[in-house]
């Protein structure tokens, strides 16, 4: 069983950037569908970041456009999420998908991903 381990939350100062990554447990060299999520107490997961290693393309949420960025390792064990100008909003746990079940779209719903890690959480402070 695929496993996924977030890493890289903190607290942290409006402004300031973070980066994120997400350790899988085996190389997933057939996978293509790859993204970030986040979640605030009492909502449902929002689609952060999405990565089609086929194609090359990206996708982000608008709130993150020109702030976060989303990689991959070539040996697709380690996925990344680089995080800029953070602001309060940005505060959440932070998930990571892999694997879309179906074709790679966007939005797509956390539970259309077939792996998913624990979360990390993200605090920002104004």
């Known amino acids: 069983q695929v496993q996924l381990w977030e890493s890289g939350g903190a607290s942290v100062q409006a402004g300031g950037s973070l980066r994120l990554s997400c350790e899988v447990s085996e190389p997933m060299v057939n996978t293509r569908c790859w993204a970030w999520y986040r979640q605030v107490p009492g909502k449902e997961p929002e689609g952060v970041a999405t990565?089609?290693?086929?194609?090359?393309?990206?996708r982000y949420v608008n709130s993150v456009k020109g702030r976060f960025t989303i990689s991959i390792d070539g040996a697709k064990k380690r996925l990344f999420l680089q995080m800029n100008s953070l602001k309060p909003d940005d505060t959440a746990t932070y998930y990571c998908a892999a694997q879309c079940i179906g074709s790679w779209q966007w939005p797509a719903r956390m539970s259309s991903y077939r792996y998913r890690g624990q979360g990390t959480q993200v605090a920002v402070s104004s």
């Open positions: 990565l089609n290693t086929g194609s090359g393309d990206t």
